[in-house]
């Protein structure tokens, strides 16, 4: 019997009429003969308007309580989920992340799952029901609910899939699939047919917001292929990201991802000896700010820049204890830049073929877009640059890349055009 | 150490600043040094906007996911709650009702508290833990999600003071106790300084919404004294529900109870032999149909009349019903009334004291009210009125039995006067 774990994002199920609508097309599969298991986000806002709550209540309202609190949202939407299949005479049950069997650690608002217990997702499934679990939700040793951190129902679908051995795993949400680039800023953006995890993930963490990072980590790491779809269009095919990728001919890049806002920092005139980084690094990561990029300049005078960029809300937090560690080793100065944004360019090829970061270098020169910082990975290569040229950037890099071309289209010339560009 | 179990209704917790305020004033008592469990209802119409949601996506949502979706309600509020109190600087943790321990059994939506295991509630409490309970909710043997009936936040309350052996319970509603008739119609009406368990049930079945009837039973079977007290005015001392009334002087009607709108069904002409009632009220009980006030009149001719009187939304329902068992046992017709009430003089005196249901006839007589049926108990008579009338008779009989006074003030003349009306 075919077994299949579906997710619904909060835009699939924002309104009783989304929520029918989804129950219909989740009716359909069991009737086929499949094992439907579902995770389901919270109804539209929800999760933001609980914050509000929560912030009107408490100026810092404990994990704890927002983990309790927070989790309610899915628990509505499994229940209206489940009650809509029963109005279509199917059966279905919704259960929490706790009655899923979904064991996470302590760590509030960001747990990481650390097994499911699939006895009661079993025995449901062999009385041939449909399973709604509420995402983003599981139980900590204490017996407390905990949440996975935003996006996260993407994770437990993921979670569900490797321990319940399922055939497929279904990401719905309001896009078609993982697009060549955002397309509401690149309407030339086509979806993949399929990506590599890697590539995914790189993806994920430079910007593209279509699946949650933990979620393509866990899918890489048990082998679970995840077909991200449109809940909204049927017919779109949507990507599949699994390991092997059916290698688009030719065309070794995948994708252009970015940010629209991010803030840098640079510390100047560092003293270049071991042990400075963790000065500068780990204060900031126990006032909890995500460092992005960082980058750390040749050594002149065995004087060094070290430079990071950090989400544009952690910048004042992260100027504060960044001046108070380069005060404490005794570099130069601290200087930022506020509105900055990042373009990636993402293909598990592009390390094995030399030109690439080449040809987007030149392509940025060429749309007069000045390059403030660079780093690169095996599988993408990131330029930070104005905020407000970010845009263009993705543009030039879209068309540069021939990424509006599907790969059948690509001809043998472009096959190895992606060294073309001045190395 | 003191320890109070305390229970904050809808209306009182209804907005963020509510629940601020609530917090202040359970942060007094714990500062005092007290022990404070909480149990918390759904913030105002939340379970009614649930309800509204679900009979969007199901026509006939089924009582499990309905118990699933419901409890969302109060679980928000109890998060909010702690929430609000770590603000205040005192720390405190919201449990669910199965977190709480609360067991129940596995009827839904109107599920009975099987027992409740207070390890974990003891061990917050020795932490010297604000407990604040999900109220209205437990967990059914199977580990599903169960909710105990409307206004059932009140009978989580005495079942946590039964189960904790607390020193008091608290119940902290919208008004300011319990009333000798409701104050919405009766002007004159007064806060009880106490009641008796019994004479809280009859008011509590018979109209009076301040307190769920449950709590009250349960009160009863466990001898917890429960306090009604308003949460918008701290300066009322509210009603005292026990076992041991302190028996306000020489009047022994505590309240005058009502429904405003009742439906009658008579069955006229049944056969009168042994076994024919069960062929009427059996199938009744089937569809569900709760049915209030039964009378059953003298025989004539081995005929008889039945009477009773449905809730007017399940008056089509029992009349389907109905129909049917009378032709069946041979009945000669069925008739109906809809537009009815009733109002009913309520207290344990009475019983042992003559001439109080003929006062309460004479007083509906003198006041043009027309008696459609009567119905008595050991500590109560109820009279079925035009539904029109409810609100006259409710007033004439607080001024006949001089409700209105305190205690104190009735004079002796007036303290035999119970039995001073016709006989």
């Known amino acids: 019997m075919t077994r299949i774990v579906q997710k619904y994002g909060g835009s699939s199920v924002a309104t009783a ?10 009716a359909a599969r069991h009737r086929e003969g499949a094992e439907v298991v579902v995770s389901v986000s919270a109804m539209g806002d929800t999760t933001d308007e609980l914050l509000t709550l929560a912030s009107r209540v408490s100026a810092n309202p404990p994990p704890r309580e927002l983990d309790v609190l927070l989790s309610t949202g899915e628990i509505v939407s ?15 049950v919704s259960l929490s992340g706790p009655q899923a069997g979904i064991r996470t650690d302590s760590v509030y608002r960001k747990a990481r799952i650390a097994g499911i217990d699939t006895a009661r997702l079993e025995r449901e499934l062999a ?9 983003f939700q599981g139980l900590a040793e204490n ?3 905990t949440t996975l951190g935003r996006g996260a129902s993407d994770t437990t679908a993921v979670a569900l899939a490797a321990a319940l051995r399922a055939d497929a795993c279904e990401i719905y949400t309001d896009v078609a699939g993982v697009f060549t680039a955002d397309p509401r800023i690149c309407p030339q953006a086509r979806a993949l047919r399929d990506i590599g995890y890697e590539e995914m993930l790189e993806m994920a963490t430079t910007g593209a917001r279509v699946m949650h990072a933990r979620a393509v980590e866990l899918g890489s790491l048990y082998g679970v292929d995840i077909l991200v779809k449109s809940s909204f269009d049927a017919l779109a095919p949507g ?8 290698m688009e001919l030719g065309n070794k890049v995948r994708g252009i991802a970015h940010q629209e806002h991010v803030s840098k920092v640079t510390v100047r005139g560092v003293p270049d000896r071991p042990g400075i980084a963790a000065l500068i690094f780990e204060p900031l990561a126990q006032a ?7 980058v750390q300049n040749a050594s002149v005078d065995e004087l060094t820049d070290l430079t990071f960029t950090v989400e544009p809300g952690d910048l004042d937090g992260a100027l504060r204890v960044v001046n108070d560690a380069a005060a404490e080793i005794g570099a ?3 200087v930022w830049e506020r509105d900055l944004g990042t373009v990636s360019v993402i293909g598990t090829g592009m390390a094995s073929a030399p030109g690439y970061a080449a040809r987007m270098f030149r392509t940025l020169f060429e749309a007069g877009i000045n390059i403030e910082m660079i780093s690169t990975s095996d599988i993408r290569i990131t330029c930070v640059v104005a905020s407000a040229q970010v845009a263009d950037a ?3 890099l879209h068309a540069a890349f021939e990424l509006d071309r599907e790969p059948d289209q690509v001809t043998g010339a472009r096959a190895s055009g992606g060294g073309a560009g001045a190395a």
């Open 17 to 26: 009429e989304h929520i029918k609508r989804v129950a219909g097309r989740i």
């Open 78 to 92: 499994s229940a209206l989920l489940s009650m809509a299949l029963h109005d279509l005479e199917v059966d279905a």
């Open 127 to 135: 009385a041939r029901r449909v399973v709604i679990v509420a995402g």
């Open 143 to 145: 017996l407390d609910v």
């Open 239 to 246: 990507t599949l990201i699994h390991r092997e990728t059916t």
């Open 288 to 294: 909890n700010i995500s460092v992005d990029t960082i």
């Open 332 to 334: 130069r100065d601290v």
């Open 394 to 396: 993705v543009r030039a």
